[in-house]
């Protein structure tokens, strides 16, 4: 293989920027663009897409949408590719999208975007300056519209073709998604695809070289279905979701002892009105008492069961017992600690009973005591 001698000619700056032009709007350039289906996946799964007839309105309403809500930030950036317009810009469309999973793709995607375009177009250092420059301030969201198009700008796209190319690519990563959905074959897609771009140019000549103050919704549908995308979860995946987030979620803010010993004492008054129990502990929700009280069963009997066992083992071995009952009550901490007081010869069976006593944290036999209240809540 010969290697042509000719390759460190200068060529024109306009014919290499044709070839970062077309990059741009390669599918190969790693922007998250596929993983970004316009809540067509939730439209699957709330069944208004089962067919290519369908999918195809979708489309079109998914193009007039763009064009309306996203095309006026292209415009605009591409018209002053300048940092101060993206900030403006990036600030006006952040508080224009109400639906959260699409500010989330849009921020995903511009933040890709603009990651990518600062390193691969190195002939345009003011990406990567303006970029740096952004990341410190930690004002900006980075939303995918105006990104797109200060790059246009940069790049060198007249105005009308930087809104023509946000509208095909946000035709292709459309049908992309049905693709990748067995909504439709790669040949059909590529047909559709075909078929669909006359009616994108016509929606582009609608919206095109607007202002942001007129950008607005006008597919709403569109906008409800896609919030709907973060609730299409199998009952295997929300068994995932619990053990891997949720349940360890818990975990973070255990009970306090003091909103533990309120708790038993609140359910020995107010038996199982969990409601009214959350109420009187802050911060607590209906939630995490039923949660507590499900567990706290268990530890109480758990405790009991032991302390009998301690006792029962103590009267066994000690012949004072004889003719008291088999399972005598517990000892109050005063009894317990004047015994200790009395008894300084180290015998087993103080160090058995201050034992015990740690572990049930000084719990009284009075009936109005923590301890009571836990014995009420046992019955």
């Not at 793709?105 to 691969?120: D, E, H, I, K, W």
């Not at 549908?221 to 995946?237: A, F, N, W, Y």
């Amino acid at each position: 293989m010969q290697i042509n001698e000719g390759h460190n000619k200068t060529y024109p700056a306009d014919a290499l920027l044709h070839w970062s032009q077309w990059q741009l709007l390669d599918s190969l350039l790693p922007t998250g663009g596929f993983a970004h289906s316009f809540g067509l996946e939730a439209a699957v799964q709330c069944h208004l897409v089962s067919n290519p007839d369908e999918l195809k309105t979708f489309i079109i309403h998914v193009l007039e949408n763009t064009g309306s809500l996203f095309l006026p930030f292209v415009y605009s950036a591409s018209v002053s590719p300048k940092m101060e317009t993206w900030h403006n810009l990036d600030k006006i469309l952040d508080a224009t999208l109400t639906n959260e999973v699409g500010r989330k793709a849009s921020t995903s995607q511009g933040s890709a975007l603009m990651r990518v375009a600062s390193a691969v177009f190195s002939e345009i250092p003011s990406l990567k300056t303006m970029r740096d420059a952004t990341l410190g301030s930690g004002t900006v969201s980075f939303h995918h519209a105006p990104i797109f198009g200060l790059i246009c700008g940069a790049l060198g796209f007249d105005i009308t073709t930087s809104q023509r190319a946000y509208m095909f690519i946000t035709m292709r990563d459309v049908i992309s998604a049905a693709t990748r959905l067995n909504l439709i074959g790669p040949l059909g897609a590529a047909l559709l695809q075909h078929q669909v771009a006359p009616i994108a140019e016509v929606t582009l000549e609608k919206w095109m070289n607007r202002g942001v103050e007129d950008a607005c919704q006008t597919a709403p549908l569109l906008d409800t279905v896609q919030g709907c995308h973060g609730l299409d979860r199998s009952e295997r995946s929300c068994k995932r979701r619990w053990n891997k987030q949720l349940k360890q979620r818990m975990n973070l803010d255990p009970f306090t002892p003091e909103e533990v010993a309120k708790i038993i004492e609140l359910h020995a008054k107010l038996g199982n009105n969990l409601t009214q129990i959350a109420e009187e502990i802050p911060g607590r929700s209906f939630e995490d008492i039923r949660n507590l009280c499900r567990s706290l069963d268990f530890q109480i009997k758990l405790t009991l069961s032991s302390q009998q066992q301690v006792y029962v083992s103590q009267a066994a071995s000690n012949p004072d017992t004889t003719g008291q009952s088999s399972i005598p009550q517990v000892p109050s901490p005063t009894s317990i600690t004047s015994q200790q007081g009395s008894n300084n010869s180290g015998v087993s069976g103080d160090a058995s009973m201050l034992s015990l006593n740690e572990q049930v944290d000084s719990y009284s036999t009075d009936e109005d005591s923590l301890y009571g209240a836990a014995k009420r809540f046992l019955k």
